[in-house]
């Protein structure tokens, strides 16, 4: 609820169920956008797929095809694109950009390893050469545009686009390959939509979203699959997307068959015998986790010119276990046995694709558990570890908010005295709603705000409400107050907090910006799976860089739990209710009163009142939380987009256990 992150939703592990052959040239191919040397029946495979909101109006407007082939003497692939276009636009400004001009991008996942690769994408225009390429994949790091030739020719309202991509060792018959791409079109009307061969988005970053090339041997015989996939009961839950079928003498050659709403699927591939499974042991749908592993392997032998119908796969429809108890762990809780909280987190990474976790539990006012799961990388498997440091997100706010409180208990900043008469806002004068703000609006995030300005269509900061009347949570209010504090007080940001807390609470091996000992050990965040680079912000953000782990971080928890450091009255306005949260269709509202206190969120539960806080930036999720009145709480750090279910029920496993009627 604390956080508003846009991320990406794709199903993880599953090529986009597309398949293509790639079949050797026996004669010379001259990349000039003349197709005359193409072989008269290559295979055309129609671009079908449009995933922008704008479509296109009809065939005239937008409408084409494609075609493959390979040469082993330069190990290259090679594509012929055919395009019909009615309104062809080139940007020639200086600013061109991937969407103001018709162009294409392709992305190539040359590796297909089972256990995750990365995509090489290159955007191509007349005036436009980009390229975006994962940095943890050998290949993908490597690409550039030396690797490529491409051509392209206009006749009419047709667009004849040619390519080479050079790809080395990595293009060997019988290998598959990942491949797909985005056909852009801008019209005069200024309308822009996009059109790809398969499903799936990021297709620039995200090799599950790409199809499926087989680079085919000269002589190799084909073979047709049929089958299907079904719930073991009736149900209206939607079936996965994808069935995955594996050649068993060469783990190199491996597809991914799309399926009808029914479960249906048929996929012409090289004769041989297969294992046909689900691409994941778990399948996510409606915020339920369901089972995919298959009690006996599925296996089927493609025929050379015939068809064969395989074994149909059957999977529970039976959401797998929540794993949450009647009670909380917690109450019972013995350090010598912590089998049941390292089951429910490695079961919970598991269900949801988490590659590291960072974990601390706190009872009876002190540190009773600590762990670390899993890897740091998930391409590189290296091992989450005690010293292994997380991005904090918006953990960050308290933090700071202590440090502010600090300053006012000693009267070098007054909460209540408008921000602008310790210093000037350029960014925002222009509206003098401005000057109402105070360091208390934005530590109970009423200053009217965005967010974040790069929010905003213009990328400008603007005021949504009159400060000081309504909840907007926001980040760029802190940044702000990081502004005055430093003014005030004569100080970098980072001094005073060393100064606040991290010395106070020994809250050590805690970083806000680059430096050597935080690029030693800082995890890789990954989205859906895919390791994001292991980023240092250059100057710290009061809203979002923290770095910690959670053993140290109990050290913060403690302190606020004991009210240390601050006077007893601000102990008691910081935990009491300064805003409603707005709820809607997306945070429905809660069975328990939850608000915001001074940069805490306050929920009056059960077993009394708790206090904590939630981080995401989007290659990072988290969380902490404490009970005021059982001395018990919980911090969670995982280097993931996809964590939100677990660290939605760590509470109800920990401490309150399974909903209650």
């Known amino acids: 609820m604390l956080v508003i992150c846009c991320i990406l939703c794709i199903q993880l592990f599953a090529h986009n169920g597309s398949v293509a052959l ?128 491409v051509a392209m020719v206009q006749r009419g309202t047709t667009r004849y686009y040619e390519w080479r991509i050079q790809l080395d060792n990595e293009l060997q018959a019988g290998k598959t390959i990942g491949l797909d791409f985005n056909v852009f079109d801008k019209d005069a009307d200024g309308s822009f939509s996009w059109s790809s061969w398969g499903k799936g988005d990021s297709k620039y970053m995200n090799p599950n979203s790409l199809g499926d090339i087989i680079i085919m041997p000269a002589a190799a015989k084909l073979g047709t699959v049929m089958g299907k996939l079904s719930w073991d009961k009736a149900s209206k839950i939607k079936l996965p997307e994808q069935v995955r079928l594996n050649a068993v003498s060469d783990s190199r050659l491996w597809v991914d068959a799309g399926l009808d709403s029914l479960g249906n699927y048929s996929i012409t591939i090289p004769a041989g015998k297969y294992t046909i499974a689900l691409p994941d042991d778990y399948y996510k749908r409606d915020e339920k986790v369901y089972l995919t592993i298959q009690k006996k392997p599925v296996t089927v032998t493609a025929k050379p010119g015939g068809k064969i119908v395989a074994p149909e796969i059957i999977i529970p429809a039976t959401p797998a276990p929540d794993l949450i108890p009647e009670k909380g762990v917690l ?76 300053l006012a208990d000693r009267g070098i900043i007054d909460l209540d005295k408008p921000l602008y008469e310790y210093l000037p806002y350029k960014d925002i004068e222009y509206d003098d709603r401005y000057k109402l703000i105070t360091a208390r609006h ?85 989205v859906d799976n895919l390791p994001t680079e292991a980023d ?96 018990m709480g919980y911090v969670m750090f995982t280097n993931s987009s996809t964590s939100d279910a677990l660290l939605e029920n760590l509470r109800k496993f920990l401490i309150e256990g399974k909903d209650k009627p």
């Open 22 to 149: 790639a079949y050797p040239f026996t004669g010379k191919i001259t990349v000039d956008g003349n197709f005359t040397d193409w072989p008269a029946d290559a295979t055309k495979y129609i671009i079908a797929q449009c995933a922008s909101e704008t479509k296109p109006k009809n065939d005239a407007d937008f409408s084409g095809f494609f075609q493959l082939g390979y040469r082993t003497d330069n190990h290259s692939l090679y594509i012929a694109f055919t395009i019909t276009d009615d309104d062809f636009l080139e940007d020639t400004t200086a600013n061109v950009r991937w969407n103001t001009q018709d162009g294409i991008e392709v992305s190539i996942d040359a590796r297909h390893l089972l256990t995750g690769s990365g995509v090489a994408s290159f955007i191509y225009s007349k005036k436009l050469r980009n390229i975006n390429k994962a940095f943890y994949d050998p290949f993908a790091k490597a690409a550039n545009w030396n690797i490529m030739e």
């Open 442 to 526: 934005v530590l109970t995030h009423r200053t009217g705000f965005p967010n974040w300005r790069w929010m905003n269509p213009d990328n400008k900061l603007n005021i949504k409400f009159t400060p000081g009347t309504s909840f907007g949570y926001s980040g760029e209010g802190f940044e702000y107050l990081k502004l005055v504090v430093e003014k005030i007080t004569g100080k970098k940001v980072e001094q005073v907090l060393q100064e606040e807390v991290i010395e106070p609470m020994g809250l050590y091996h805690t970083f806000f910006s680059k430096n050597d000992s935080l690029g030693r050990v800082k995890s890789n965040g990954h």
């Open 536 to 631: 240092m912000p250059d100057s710290p953000g009061m809203a979002w860089s923290m770095h910690t782990e959670a053993k140290i971080f109990t050290q913060f928890m403690l302190y606020l739990l004991e009210q240390k450091g601050l006077k007893p009255e601000t102990y008691n306005t910081v935990l009491s209710k300064h805003s409603d949260y707005p709820w809607d269709k997306d945070h429905p509202q809660p069975t328990i009163p939850t608000y915001m206190g001074m940069s805490l969120e306050i929920r009056e539960t059960p077993f009394g009142k708790s206090f904590g806080h939630g981080g995401n930036n989007g290659d990072f999720k988290c969380k902490f939380e404490v009970y005021k009145d059982l001395k």
């Open 331 to 406: 109450f019972d809780f013995n350090p010598s046995n912590t089998t049941q909280i390292d089951q429910f987190i490695e079961t919970y990474q598991r269900y949801y694709h988490i590659p590291g976790v960072s974990f601390a539990l706190i009872k009876e006012g002190k540190l009773v558990y600590h762990k670390t799961y899993g890897v740091r990388n998930r391409i590189t498997g290296d091992k989450v570890e005690d010293q292994t440091l997380f991005e904090a997100a918006s953990i960050t706010k308290p933090v700071f908010a202590f440090a502010v409180e600090r």
